[in-house]
């Protein structure tokens, strides 16, 4: 699998990925922050089949309507951040007055689902603590983890359906399970990964506190 990063919300700092199957020449956008030319550029010559939220929050929708506009792609969320596509006041892009509403999901995903690119599997992992709908998702051994970890750090719990335990018991339960080789592509900020998170993030590491 190939992968490239935009920043196409300067103000945020949110990583869009685009990721794609060289053969089948399939791909798909993961959290496009905003409308930019320059993800149709970049698609060119790909077939967009996914425009996938890690979860509802504006500086991970603000692309969804302009993708789907421009593509035949089928958007994708999980179930219990749906709702806040189509939402300005539960996507919070109210209080900074892009009043954003999304068309709604073709897909409304779960933990444990598997979206394909040509003959690659991409498993849908529920991750919930920043949001309840948040998911990361896992492609051979790259892994597209949201706002759920950072590096060195992790998402804010603060936010409507932010909750810290919550959140912990994701990242150790369902990411530090995975296997230490594995990138960890956040959506802000460097990649990372598992097995340097495992040991050393300050809030959900080994040398935390259980
Ligand atoms: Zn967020
Ligand atoms: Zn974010």
Redesign the pocket.
């Known amino acids: 699998m190939k992968y490239k990063i935009f920043n196409i919300l300067p103000e945020?700092g949110?990583n869009t990925y685009l990721v794609w199957d060289e053969i089948s020449k399939e791909a798909m956008i993961i959290d496009p922050a905003n409308q930019s030319r320059v993800l149709l550029e970049a698609i060119k010559g790909l077939n967009l089949k996914y425009i996938v939220n890690t979860h509802g929050?504006g500086?991970?929708i603000g692309g969804n309507g302009f993708l789907k506009e421009n593509t035949q792609a089928q958007l994708a969320i999980h179930e219990l951040d749906a709702p806040m596509l189509t939402d300005p006041n539960k996507n919070l892009s109210i209080h900074w007055g892009a009043n954003l509403i999304c068309p709604e999901a073709d897909i409304k995903l779960k933990g444990g689902d598997f979206l394909k690119l040509g003959e690659n599997k991409i498993k849908v992992i529920h991750t919930p603590g920043h949001s309840r709908g948040g998911i990361c998702l896992l492609i051979d051994d790259l892994l597209f983890c949201g706002?759920t970890l950072f590096a060195e750090s992790i998402g804010r719990t603060d936010l409507p359906g932010g909750d810290y335990t919550t959140l912990i018991r994701s990242i150790r339960e369902k990411l530090f399970v995975l296997s230490d080789n594995i990138t960890a592509f956040p959506?802000?900020g460097p990649a990372t990964k598992i097995g340097y998170e495992k040991v050393s993030n300050p809030f959900a590491g080994m040398r935390v506190e259980r």
């Open positions: 945020f949110t929050h500086d991970h706002d959506g802000h």
